[in-house]
Each structure stands twice: as C-alpha cells, then as structure tokens.
C-alpha cells in the first residue's frame, strides 16, 4: 500500500513538473532538512528556492538603507532555513504562485495534476473533463487561475493571447504594490479582499471579498510564526518577479533606450496557447544559470533588492517606480502578448 500510495503521487509530481508555469519548484525536495537525499529530488528542480535563498543571503549581507539596487555576485553562500523549507516561511511564499491551494507538500500532487490537466482543457478548447462548455474565471479555483485563468500575471505573463503589455504591466504593478503592503505590515493581514489593496487588484476578487489576506495565503496550512503572512507576501512577489525572468514568460531586451535604460520587457507571453513541454525546458536549472542577465536586471539581485525595499519599509512609490522603470519597463517597441516562439503548434511540427 505504501509503495502504491508512493508512486501515485511521484506520476502526480512528474506530471506536474511538466504543466506549472514558472521557475520550477520543488516543495518535497529539502521540506524537512536541507540537502535531504531522497528520490523525489529528482522529480523537480527547486529553482525558485535556491534563487530566493541566494537573494536572501545578498540581502543579508547588505544591511542598511537602500541606496542603489544590490548587485551581488557572490553564489555559493545561500540562506537556508536548516529545519527544512516547510518551516520557511518565504519560501512557502515563493511556491504559493505555483500552489495557491496549497496541494503540493500535502501529499496532494494527483488532485493538483487532475486540476492543471483541467485548467488546460478549458482554457485550449473551452471544455471542461466533463464535456461541458467552460470558462476559467473569478468562479475557479486560484490554481487554475494562476495558470491559465485571469491571474495569469502572478507569474509576470498575460492572461490571453492580444493583452496589450501596458495592462499586463499594471496588473503586476498592483500585485506588487498588494503584497509589499502586507509584506511590510502596512495592510492587516485580516484585511478583507474588498479592502486590500489597489482598487483594480479588488475587481479579480469580487467573488472572494470575504476573504482575508490570511485566507489568501494560507487556505489551508500555515505556520505559526507571527510574520508567516508578511513573509508568504514577500515570497509572492519575488516569485512574480523571477519568473519574469524566465524565457518563456516575457521576452527581454538588456539594451539600454531613453526610456528604459537598463533594458525593457519587449513582449509578455500568455500561457494558454504555449506548448507546457517547450515553456518547461526555459524553467530548469541550466536556463536559469546560462541566462544573459546584467547586474540590474538579474532575478537573484532584483529579489534581493525588494528583500532590502520590505526590511527597511521603504515608500511604496520608490519600489513602484523601480519596478515599473527598471525591471518591468516597456518601450514604443513592446509587442502585445503572445505565446512567442513557446506556441503548441511548433511543438508539434517539431514532433513530425
């Protein structure tokens, strides 16, 4: 029985190793001790945890006011929580994007599989698995909004193919701006979703308005650390952001214009029409170390940067203006949204 109820959720976990669309992440690899030695370290890469560590450490390292954005080229020195990722509170923030139901570390990877499976039927052909017509919507569950639904910007991508990049910049403005606020403890953590941040952030939860921040983050689990929340927060938005950096979620250009000097987002990408095979292969480990980054526009010095923006409660309008200037600018060339060179189509023409 053991053995049955083991692989089960190891083809689960394959599964969804292949379909989450983001910077991979591993909530079974290192959840009770760091650098644990077990077979499902093989079934994903835990990227967004070893980003946010190494980003974590940068910040650490860098204490005091924020007077320019980190740049730390240090790699080999991360933060770990030694009890294990489960007990990190920003790290269960940084995979909150991928499992906001949170199903993954709860021996759950089957129902999440199911889910995703779902949510990609609906969003390809408008069918649900029962056969009947469907739209993912304020109705759906927050996994298969975030996916493929109408939140698709908490990992820094459009929600359809034809968003113009202008709408999927504000969109990731407003959640920044909603969970820096928790982040840092401006907004209560009960703060009902009607009430939580910018006015448009609210309209994607109108159908959740009773909710609390506290609910949002930690609908089923949480940690009893009196920072859990702030700390799911900060998590959120560094995942939002590393992901941004991801090739199959936005397209870059590292040249400096007058409007983006430190480069610009040239295209944000819809997952609905991507092949999940082709989005995977830039969310591994080598296509994150292999990337062309620049010391601003880097997602480990970019999550360090906003760890430091939370720690010394910087201004809301700083870290918007930074954000919005530097690490999500846009220029007279950005192109509205598309699934880029990720579409399903090419995948199957590769495959003849």
Known sequence: MHAKIFFTILLGWL???????????????????QDSRTILRKASEPIHEEVTQLARACQQANAGPVLAALVCNDRSTPSKEPGGN?????????????????LLFALRQAEFAAWMDDAKR???TGVN??????????????????HYGDLQFIHAMASEDGEPAQVTQQNILD??????AVATGRLDPET????????????????????????????????????????????SLLHMVQDS??????????????????????????????SPELHADEDGRIAWQTGEFTGAQDPVNVSATLLAHIQQKTDWTTVRDYLRDIVFCVDDDVQDAGPGEFAAVRAMENSK
């Open 122 to 124: 609906i969003a390809v």
């Open 192 to 235: 009902k979703m009607n009430q939580a941040g910018p006015t448009r952030l609210q309209e994607y939860f109108e159908q959740q308005s009773g909710w609390t921040v506290n609910y949002l983050f930690a609908p089923k689990y949480r940690l009893k650390n009196a920072q859990y929340t702030r700390n799911m927060a900060a998590g």
């Open 129 to 146: 698995w029962k056969g009947r017509k469907a739209t993912i919507g304020p109705d759906y569950n927050m996994t298969y909004r975030g």
């Open 15 to 33: 599964f969804v190793c292949g379909n989450a669309a983001a910077y991979k992440i591993n909530p079974l690899q290192n959840k009770y001790r």
């Open 175 to 180: 959640w920044a701006e909603f969970a820096f």
């Open 245 to 274: 950096y991801a090739a199959a979620h936005s397209r870059r250009d590292f040249g400096a214009t007058a409007r983006c000097p430190a480069g610009r987002v040239v295209q944000f990408y819809s997952y609905i029409n991507q």
């Open 86 to 102: 489960k007990y990190d509170s920003l790290i269960r923030g940084v995979w909150w994007n991928d499992d906001p139901n949170q």
